[in-house]
Nanobody, 124 residues
Framework: QVQLVESGGGLVQAGGSLRLSCAASGRTFSLYPMAWFRQAPGKEREFVAAISAKSSYITYADSVKGRFTISRDNAKNTVYLQMNSLKPEDTAVYYC?????????????????WGQGTQVLVSS
């Protein structure tokens, strides 16, 4: 099973940027799609973005499209989420996830591995 560790969260003003990283252990990182989800207080965990194993396919939630960019470096076993033009409503704990097939990337119930999360706080 892949172990995932997120980093890069923090406090930023609205309109600012952050870059999240998710480092994975194990040999299977490059075999699976990777995704970012987020969960705000009192809300369900929601899909943010996903990238296929070889970066051939990428998909975003409508709420972040045009502002966030997901990428991965299989040589470094790391997936990234570049977040620009941040809004207060982007405030949440952000999680990376691994271990599902591409057709199911938008559903949080299908992943085998999750990180511990990193907090993003956007002030107005």
């Amino acid at each position: 099973q892949v172990q995932l560790v997120e980093s890069g969260g923090g406090l930023v003003q609205a309109g600012g940027s952050l870059r999240l990283s998710c480092a994975a252990s194990g040999r299977t990182f490059s075999l699976y799609p990777m995704a970012w989800f987020r969960q705000a207080p009192g809300k369900e965990r929601e899909f943010v973005a996903a990238i296929s194993a070889k970066s051939s396919y990428i998909t975003y939630a409508d709420s972040v499209k045009g502002r966030f960019t997901i990428s991965r470096d299989n040589a470094k076993n790391t997936v990234y989420l570049q977040m620009n033009s941040l809004k207060p409503e982007d405030t949440a704990v952000y999680y990376c996830a691994s271990g599902t097939r591409w057709s199911a990337v938008r559903s949080s119930t299908n992943y085998k591995s999750w990180g511990q999360g990193t907090q993003v706080l956007v002030s107005s």
